[in-house]
């Protein structure tokens, strides 16, 4: 158990709806990432969180749009869902920004149909 | 732009055998590396890295990485491999840049350790 909390597990959506994947972080982790995972991409960086502020944006589309929390949780809203939107999104925290790794929750599997 | 590449989407190896899961990286500045290992249906785990300081790093499970600057590449290495540790590893760069910062993933090795 990496101690990184992630829900769902499981979603199944239909197209041009919106949800939300929520993370819990370590304890103490100040760091947040989300990452999406699919056959065909990979697993690509969406945006890193850390204590409150957006850090770094990777490929995250602007449908997409994500928050972390004073409490340091993590919400990631995915809108106008689309069939190719279907991956398994994790996220990830870690103590500090750089140089230190990160842990993994079990992540969310959307399925848009 | 830091970027990290997994030559081989797969690798067969005998159980038993030495096994090397191949990663390399182009960055303009020192890098941070990682090893990542993911089981079925899992998250990733964390292996090792490299930050700093001697070129070979040890890790959890047995595995070992090499840090080569001059071949800018950071291979996975484990003497004996078990059937355990079939599964998809991924190698990862961190970049430490003035103002930007993320943890970018290679596409993945799936290695598969033959019974």
């Known amino acids: 158990d990496s101690g990184v909390t992630q829900t769902p597990k499981h979603l199944i959506t239909a197209t041009g709806q919106r949800v939300t994947l929520r993370c819990s972080p370590r304890?103490?982790?100040?760091?947040v990432y989300w990452y999406q995972q699919s056959l065909d991409q990979g697993l690509q960086f969406l945006i890193q969180?850390?204590?409150?502020?957006?850090?770094a944006k990777g490929n995250i589309l602007e449908r997409f749009s994500a928050q972390q929390f004073p409490d340091l949780h993590s919400e990631l809203n995915l809108s106008s869902l689309e069939l190719g939107d279907s991956a398994l999104y994790f996220c990830?925290?870690?103590?500090?920004?750089?140089?230190?790794?990160?842990?993994f929750g079990q992540g969310t599997r959307l399925t848009v149909v | 732009a830091q970027s990290v590449a997994q030559p081989e989407d797969q690798v067969n190896v005998a159980e038993g055998n030495p096994l090397t899961v191949k990663c390399t990286y182009s960055v303009s500045g020192n890098p941070y590396l990682f090893w990542y290992v993911q089981y079925p249906n899992r998250g990733l785990q964390f292996l090792l890295k490299y930050i700093t300081g001697d070129n070979l790093v040890k890790g959890s499970y047995g595995f070992e990485a090499e840090f080569n600057k001059s071949q800018t590449s950071f291979h996975l290495k484990k003497p004996s491999a078990l059937v355990s540790d079939s599964a998809l590893y991924f190698c990862a760069i961190e970049y430490s840049g003035a103002g930007s910062y993320q943890l970018t993933f290679g596409k993945g090795t799936k290695l598969s350790v033959i019974p």
């Open positions: 969180y850390y204590n409150g502020e957006e850090r």
């Open positions: 304890s103490g982790d100040l760091s």
């Open positions: 990830a925290s870690s103590r500090i920004w750089e140089g230190t790794e990160a842990f």
